[in-house]
C-alpha cells in the first residue's frame, strides 16, 4: 500500500501545484521500457517518465512537452540521504532542480531554478528608445527667413541685401540636441527582474 501510495503521489506532485486535473497513464515500450505519462490539463503540459532498467542502474529520464514541442528534459535520481529529486533543462537553458519528500497526508515538491533571465534575455539592462526625441538624439529647427528680402539675398534693386548679408536666412535652419537623452536616443535601463545581473534565480 505504502509504495503503490508514494509512487502515484510521486508522479503526480509535480503537477500537483497546478489548477486542474491530471491523467497518469503507464506503458510499456516494444523495447520493454516501462514509461509513466503524466498529462496536466490546466497548463496542458504532458511528461513522460521514461524508467531504464539499465546495465548500471536503473535511471529515469523525464521529457515535458507542450502542444507537441519539448520544453524540458530531465533525470530523476534517489537522494543520497533518501527522497528522490530531479534534475532538468528547459529549452532556453534554465537549470531546475526539484525535491520531491513523501509526507503523511501529502506529498511535497521544492523547486529551485536558475537560468537567464527572461525578461532582459541575460543582457542586464534594457535599451529603450527616447520617447522625446523618438531615437533621433536631436530636434530640427526649422529657421527663419530674411523679412527683409523675403529669403533671395538680394534687394529689389539688386544690391545684396543688409540684413543677412545676402545668404536670406534670419535664423539658420539647425539641430539641437536632445536633453533627455545626450544626444544618444536612447535610454538604458537596468532590468528590475534580475538587478542588472542577467541571471535568473528561483527562489531567489
Ligand atoms: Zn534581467
Ligand atoms: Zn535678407
Ligand atoms: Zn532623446
Known amino acids: 500500500m505504502g509504495r503503490g501510495r508514494k509512487e502515484t503521489g510521486f508522479f503526480g506532485t509535480v503537477f500537483a501545484a497546478l489548477t486542474g486535473g491530471t491523467t497518469v497513464r503507464r506503458t510499456t515500450t516494444w523495447t520493454g521500457k516501462k514509461k509513466t505519462i503524466v498529462t496536466h490539463w490546466g497548463s496542458g503540459k504532458t511528461k513522460e517518465y521514461t524508467h531504464n532498467d539499465g546495465f548500471f542502474g536503473n535511471k529515469t529520464t523525464t521529457k515535458t512537452t507542450k502542444n507537441g514541442h519539448v520544453v524540458e528534459r530531465g533525470e530523476v535520481k534517489k537522494g543520497f540521504f533518501g527522497g528522490t529529486y530531479e534534475t532538468a533543462k528547459k529549452v532556453d537553458g534554465t537549470k531546475v532542480e526539484r525535491n520531491y519528500r513523501s509526507g503523511f497526508l501529502t506529498d511535497y515538491v521544492t523547486t529551485k531554478q536558475s537560468g537567464t533571465c527572461h525578461a532582459c534575455d541575460g543582457k542586464g539592462t534594457f535599451s529603450k528608445q527616447c520617447s522625446a ?4 538624439g536631436q530636434f530640427a529647427l526649422a529657421g527663419k527667413c530674411c523679412a527683409n528680402c523675403a529669403g533671395t539675398g538680394l534687394l529689389i534693386d539688386g544690391r545684396v541685401c543688409p540684413g543677412c548679408r545676402g545668404d536670406g536666412w534670419w535664423e539658420k535652419p539647425g539641430s539641437s540636441l536632445c536633453r533627455a537623452c545626450d544626444g544618444s536616443g536612447v535610454h538604458i ?16
Do not use: A
Not at 133 to 136: A, K, N, R
Not at 189 to 200: A, H, I, N, P, V
Open 133 to 136: 526625441c523618438g531615437g533621433e
Open 189 to 204: 535601463e537596468t532590468c528590475r527582474k534580475c538587478s542588472g545581473s542577467g541571471l535568473y534565480h528561483y527562489p531567489r
